[in-house]
């Protein structure tokens, strides 16, 4: 199947400093990634779709500014942590889907980022 | 809007007991409907999906009907084993809804030798 490959794993920050997560889609091209955050316990909510060559479309409640998506090309798509506090504190999880399977397919998600700022 | 709900956890087995948990949907198109597992502290791993109405997924052992007339995909396994132990989500994706996915609020698992 296809694969997502998110990095980091896990990633420790001080407050104040900016952390950027990357994912990529290893065997396939994906035009739309999606960005998901999940507390403890808890679904996940989606952040924004990122949408190679375009601006990130971000859902409600999302701080476009503080959570910064690029996706550069086809296979690879960032989110940056700007200004990190605490509160964010959070798994961070990505998909994608193979555009040429069509967007009714399922999402092959990364392998999640633990991101823990102190 | 699209959503889907999910049969309260968390829910506690004995080994070879039998598994089902259930799920619902509300949707404005026809969308594909997904189980995912997610092991702590690990992303999601598609479990199985059905794409039309009166499909069957299966895997490893779990199934799930894509039932249109009761708008439900729930997931059953005959005999559940301690390595199943997990958390599951129901999804679905819907083209009228640019591809996103909707989970629901996931169902954790613990299997018990």
């Known amino acids: 199947g296809a694969v997502v490959s998110q990095h980091p794993s896990w990633v420790i920050c001080k407050s104040g400093t900016s952390v950027k997560i990357e994912c990529r889609s290893l065997?396939?091209?994906?035009?739309?990634m999606f960005w998901y955050r999940q507390f403890p316990k808890q679904s996940l909510m989606l952040m924004a779709t990122?949408?190679?060559?375009?601006?990130?479309?971000?859902e409600q409640g999302v701080e476009k500014d503080k959570f910064l998506i690029n996706h550069a090309s086809l296979t690879l798509s960032t989110l940056t942590v700007t200004s990190a506090h605490p509160e964010d504190s959070s798994f961070y999880i990505c998909?994608?889907?193979?555009?040429?399977?069509?967007?009714?397919?399922?999402?092959?998600f990364g392998q999640g980022t633990r991101l823990t700022v102190v | 809007g699209d959503s889907v709900t999910q049969m309260e956890g968390p829910v506690t087995l004995s080994e070879e007991a039998f598994l089902t948990i259930n799920c619902t949907y509300t949707?404005?198109?026809?969308?594909?409907l997904f189980w995912y597992v997610q092991y702590p502290g690990e992303g999601l791993q598609l479990l199985l999906k059905?794409?039309?109405?009166?499909d069957k997924g299966s895997n490893k052992g779990f199934e799930a009907t894509y039932r249109k007339e009761t708008t439900s995909f729930h997931l059953e396994k005959g005999s559940v084993q301690v390595s199943d132990s997990a958390v599951y989500f129901c999804?679905?994706?819907?083209?009228?809804?640019?591809?996103?996915?909707?989970f629901g609020d996931g169902t954790t698992l613990t299997v018990k030798p």
């Open positions: 065997d396939f091209q994906a035009t739309t």
């Open positions: 949707a404005t198109g026809y969308p594909s």
């Open positions: 059905a794409t039309k109405a009166d």
């Open positions: 998909s994608a889907r193979d555009i040429a399977q069509g967007l009714n397919t399922e999402a092959f």
């Open positions: 990122s949408n190679e060559g375009s601006k990130a479309t971000y």
């Open positions: 999804a679905l994706s819907d083209l009228t809804n640019a591809g996103k996915s909707t």
